[in-house]
């Protein structure tokens, strides 16, 4: 009879620890995974003869603005080059 009570409260207690556990998982996966996505409005900017001219991108996310940033520009006169607020 002892033995079923003490089995009987590791059980609840696992369930407890298991819950708590689960919880904080999720809570951290949650937050590092939010963390991880930067935002940032972006534009295309065009500079020639003292004129500059600013196309905007929108908003871009995750691995859009990780590539948007690392494109090279090529103007077909002055010069070209991107640029994330």
């Not at 002892?2 to 689960?22: C, D, E, G, W």
């Not at 935002?39 to 929108?58: F, Q």
């Amino acid at each position: 009879m002892v033995i079923i009570r003490m089995l009987a409260k590791m059980n609840k207690m696992n369930a407890k620890s298991i819950l708590f556990t689960s919880s904080i998982i999720f809570i951290l996966i949650t937050f590092i995974g939010c963390s991880k996505k930067e935002c940032k409005e972006c534009y295309l900017i065009e500079e020639d003869n003292g004129a500059k001219y600013e196309t905007s991108k929108g908003k871009l996310c995750g691995k859009e603005l990780e590539d948007f940033e690392s494109q090279v520009w090529v103007a077909s006169s002055g010069t070209a080059y991107s640029e994330c607020r």
